[in-house]
């Protein structure tokens, strides 16, 4: 099955920005929706965006629509997020996710924890007041 591994997370001051970069490998057919969600300390895992393997179904929460942009670069197997305008609630843990099932890239709120198998180790996002 695929591997994903998560990259670019870091510390930034209210309002700033950070990239960050899920890597696939491996069995990279397999993935046809990769979602990114955080985690913050003591609260549950939230789905805050998802693409689908041809990067044109694209979903957002809404507590990060309009500031977070994925995209993907099928060529590197590669998926970004560029995170923007940052607030101190979006400290948290960064996490992406493949999904084998497409329609999984259709929740119109974004993507569910449970629809996601394969999962990264995570890279932590600080932003600060």
């Known amino acids: 099955q695929v591997k994903v591994a998560e990259s670019g997370g870091g510390s930034v001051q209210d309002g700033g920005s950070l990239s960050l970069s899920c890597s696939m490998s491996e069995d990279t057919d397999s993935n046809k929706c990769t979602g990114w969600f955080r985690q913050a300390p003591g609260k549950g895992r939230e789905g805050i965006a998802s693409?689908?393997?041809?990067?044109?179904?694209?979903r957002y929460h809404d507590s990060v629509k309009g500031r977070f942009t994925i995209g993907r670069d099928n060529s590197a197997s590669i998926v970004y997020l560029q995170m923007n305008d940052l607030k101190p609630e979006d400290t948290a843990m960064y996490y992406c996710?493949?999904?084998?099932?497409?329609?999984?890239?259709?929740?119109?709120?974004?993507?569910?924890?449970?629809?996601?198998?394969?999962w990264g180790q995570g890279t932590q996002v600080t932003v600060s007041s």
């Open positions: 693409i689908d393997n041809g990067g044109t179904v694209v």
């Open positions: 996710a493949s999904s084998s099932t497409w329609t999984n890239c259709l929740r119109p709120a974004g993507p569910r924890p449970g629809d996601f198998s394969v």
